[in-house]
């Protein structure tokens, strides 16, 4: 039902209200949408149109990220830390890799949060369904082209352990362009999958529709009140509504709604998988901006929490990276068909915050002495890596001089890209924002599907692990068990 309230906004009625529509909210809203519910989902960004993506960084930038991709943290040293937006959230611009949380993780999710439900065993068919839905497999040696071939030589020569990555991709013609919007859809986001998916099964969803409150009365979720971009305000009375606007907004959303506050954790643990990237120039021919840019893995130190995944692209974000000044960067870019790029991230111990400053995110991360060391190990082995696949030169992420043994934290130039644990779920009150099956502490029905839930750092990209939750989450409250195939998708009666 959909009318008009007394204050003028636009009243819709549901079962359930989904709040972003990124990798949480879509599978959730789809999910609950098959199962027979009346969903609404409300998303701020807009609708993108893969016909108009362009394939050019500095234009897509402005277009599919939050405040062109611009999003940094205060502290040494800041970190650049964009966020999608829009239907498919932060999955349109990701790279696609997709694992599966590691089972030592969730063994310390159990022992150290409570979260007795989330096994290995009971994840496993959210995982499985979450993967025939996004048509998951390895990348081939041909798609991952000639950068990930040289990460491979590197880590055979060493005897390192390494494989090709897992991706949520079908019909990949590997155009390198992945985080600015793939312009064949090859990429199977969850704006192009779960919410057609939403939408099909009979769910609103609208976008350009910023909520602003989440609605409670006597400890129960009456709805959420938003305003739109066309103008006007809007309303849904929902008697569910399951918060999942990002490790970032969601806590935002939440404390200007005066909810998930009991615990005072809510807006702290922000964890960020910090990340940085490193140069070789070859001797043969790279051209890195063929293939898959994230395409290949080297996990020989993933126990000291150091991980290597490719990344690439085209000139013009080659340019903005390179960690090189006047002529030796114009040099490098007359070289940069023979330049090869690769990832270093790093499970971070250090813990930041985020709160409300001025109506914006104030994301404070200051990065602790352990995870500078263990960029130390990680650039140290980077470098080791590309000697051994045959580099004339390193260009390690450094300032000029600076030997990685001797980098301070303020000498590393760093990006994020998995936030994590800010609403975290915590089976203890005192300890957490929601409990074990997603349900804020002491309100019934709000429920959070999204990255701020995930109560450590992964080691591994999260997507998998965001979406299996939200799918656990979802036939939680259709109180029925997890079809591991989408063949066996209940019939709604
Ligand atoms: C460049 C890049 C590459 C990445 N690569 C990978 C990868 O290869 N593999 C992987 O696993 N992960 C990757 N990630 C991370 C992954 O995409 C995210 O962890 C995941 O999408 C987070 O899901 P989420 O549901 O928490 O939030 P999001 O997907 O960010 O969705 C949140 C949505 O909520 C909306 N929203 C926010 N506030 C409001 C509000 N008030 N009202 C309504 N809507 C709101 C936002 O606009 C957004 O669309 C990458 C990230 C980036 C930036
Ligand atoms: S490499 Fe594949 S998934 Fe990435 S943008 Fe190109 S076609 Fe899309």
Known sequence: MSGRGASGARVIDADVCVVGAGAGGAVAAAELAEGGLDVVVLEQGPRHDADRFSARPLDMLA???????????L?????????????????????????????????????????????????????????????????????????????????????????????????????????????????????????????????????????????????????????????????VRAPTVIVAAGTIHTPLLLARSGLGRGSGQLGRNLALHPATGAFALMDEPVDMARGVPQSFYVDEFAAEGIMFE???????????????SGKRHADAMASYRRL???????????????????????????????????????????????????????????????APERARARDLKLMAFHPLGTARADARPQHGVVDGDLQLHGVRGVHVADGSVVPSSLGVNPQLTIMALATRLAFGLLGRAVPPTLEEVPCPS
């Open 75 to 235: 502290g040494t040293p800041p970190i650049l830390l964009p966020l999608g937006r829009g239907l498919g959230g932060t999955t349109l611009v990701n790279s696609g890799t997709c694992f599966r949380t590691p089972a030592a993780v969730l063994e310390r999710w159990r022992r150290e949060f409570g979260l007795e439900g989330l096994s290995g065993d009971a994840l496993d068919a959210c995982f499985a369904r979450v993967e025939a839905a996004l048509s998951i497999q390895e990348v081939t040696p041909e798609l991952a082209g000639r950068n990930a071939a040289v990460a491979r030589r590197g880590a055979e020569a060493l005897g390192w352990s390494h494989g090709f990555l897992r991706r949520n991709a079908s019909g990949c013609v590997g155009s390198g362009v992945c985080a600015f919007g793939c312009p064949t859809s090859a990429k199977q986001h969850v704006g192009i999958t779960y919410v057609p998916r939403a939408e099909a099964a009979g769910a609103r969803v609208i976008a350009g529709a910023d909520v602003r409150h989440v609605l409670t009365a006597h400890g129960q979720a009456t709805g959420v009140e938003g305003r739109l971009a066309s103008g006007g305000r809007i309303e």
């Open 310 to 324: 490719g990344v690439a692209g085209p000139p013009s974000y080659v340019a903005m990276s390179l960690p090189l």
């Open 340 to 402: 090869a790029m690769f990832g270093l991230m790093v499970s971070d111990s250090s813990r930041g915050s985020v709160r409300a400053l001025a109506g914006r995110p104030l994301i404070r991360y200051e990065l602790v002495e352990e995870d500078v060391a263990r960029f130390r190990t990680g650039l140290r082995h980077m470098e080791e890596l590309f000697r051994a696949a045959g580099a004339r030169e390193v260009y390690l992420p450094l300032p000029h001089g600076v």
């Open 63 to 73: 277009r599919v990220y939050r405040d062109g991709g611009q999003t940094t943290t």
